[in-house]
């Protein structure tokens, strides 16, 4: 094998591909990059095998000989990160030793044959749907927030696609909390898919959406990929049901209470200054035109804060994790936010067009 590219297109090639690699890997050559030449183009992939998750990047190359080869992924990237601005000539010796030049330095680095390296499942001829890059962005900014961080649910360690009724909803849950929000997709009204997409992935097509462009969607059996821009996200889905969300939505609430989201997330981040992991509970005063917030945290202190409101409900007290409410109200748009508050032990809703987010009480000590 023997090509060269720029350095800087290798190295968001490197970038886009990294990051799931993991260095504690019994199997070495998981821990590697494959590079695979054909043609004017340089595909470098990396794999986990344990969750089932590959992730391809496609750089433009000159190529003077087809080839193949795996090299550590760590120390290449590093290397690849600290070359000149110059052009990148990589070529591979018949005993796996890749050389790298560029300029006047030189990096030899000890790679492995791609023999053992996991088979990509291709996707090439399977069905898929079309949708916009910043549409899907902003779904999950709106809802992976809420997965499951406990391992031992794994079912909740995802975000569920659901596409029925040429709709795209996204859903989200840890057991406590709730997120959906739906989009219109390009798809056949007949088209129904679920899909348990696992964390990993979400975390992935968080790192590289961007605002502009396509992204299409590539169902297999048991696996889907994304592909946007450069990049090829090939994921295995977890096998399971999921919680029936549509179940646990409450109806709308005539009575709602407003108030400014700004206001809301300073006073929300002043009260979690208060808060500890044995005592993450908020106390939330509900009144005609004003929202109390306080927090008392033995050996340490109180707080409290005032926010005006618009609310024309019965009075409460109701208690919440505040994280779970920051988590959606910062990524909301709008001056203001409203909330479905009906009594103290029933969740609060947040409402807005086409999306839905749901946080259960908890116990004011």
């Known amino acids: 094998m023997k090509f060269q590219t720029d350095k800087s297109l290798l190295l968001k090639g490197v970038q886009a591909v990294q990051s799931i690699v993991s260095t504690k890997n019994i199997i070495p050559i998981i821990s590697n990059i494959l590079l695979d030449t054909k043609k004017e183009r340089l595909t470098l992939t990396t794999a ?19 080839g193949s080869i795996t090299v550590p992924a760590k120390k290449f990237f590093e290397i690849i990160k600290e070359l000149p601005n110059a052009p990148v000539f990589i070529s591979v010796k018949k005993n796996n030793m890749v050389i790298i030049d560029c300029e006047k330095c030189q990096f030899k680095l000890m790679g492995m044959p791609k023999d053992e390296f996991p ?10 749907l079309t949708t ?16 499951s961080r406990d391992e031992t649910r794994y079912i909740l360690n995802s975000v569920l696609f659901d596409i029925k009724d040429a709709k795209l909803r996204v859903v989200s849950t840890d057991g406590r909390r709730l997120a959906t929000t739906e989009e219109d997709i390009a798809a056949p009204k007949t088209f129904n898919r679920q899909l348990i997409v696992p964390s990993k992935t ?18 297999g ?4 990929a994304f592909e946007l821009d450069n990049t090829l996200i ?12 549509e179940q646990v939505i409450p109806k709308e609430e005539k009575q709602k209470l407003k108030i400014n989201r700004e206001a809301l997330v300073a006073a929300i981040k002043r009260m979690s200054l208060y808060t500890t992991q044995e005592s993450l509970c908020v106390r939330f005063d509900i009144f005609k035109d004003k929202l109390v917030l306080s927090k008392n945290t033995q050996d340490l202190g109180e707080a409290r804060e005032e926010i005006d409101i618009a609310y ?13 409410i920051l988590d959606a109200v910062k990524e909301l748009t709008q001056d203001e936010v409203v909330f479905e508050v009906t009594d103290s032990e029933k969740p609060a809703v947040l409402r807005e067009k086409r999306y839905v987010y749901i946080i259960l009480p908890m116990h004011i000590a």
């Open 312 to 324: 024309g409900g019965k009075e409460l007290t109701i208690g919440f994790n505040p994280a779970f």
């Open 221 to 224: 059996e048991n696996q889907m």
């Open 132 to 147: 916009d890059q910043g549409k899907l962005k902003n779904m999950l900014k709106l809802t992976s927030f809420a997965m």
């Open 48 to 66: 986990d095998i344990d969750i089932g998750i590959a992730i391809q990047s496609f750089i433009t190359v000159t190529t003077q000989d087809e």
């Open 234 to 245: 090939t994921s295995r889905l977890i096998d399971g049901e999921f919680p029936n969300y």
């Open 202 to 219: 979400i975390q992935e097509l968080n790192r590289v959406l961007s605002e502009e462009g396509d992204i299409k969607i590539m169902f």
């Open 119 to 128: 088979k990509i499942p291709d996707f090439s001829k399977k069905e898929y």
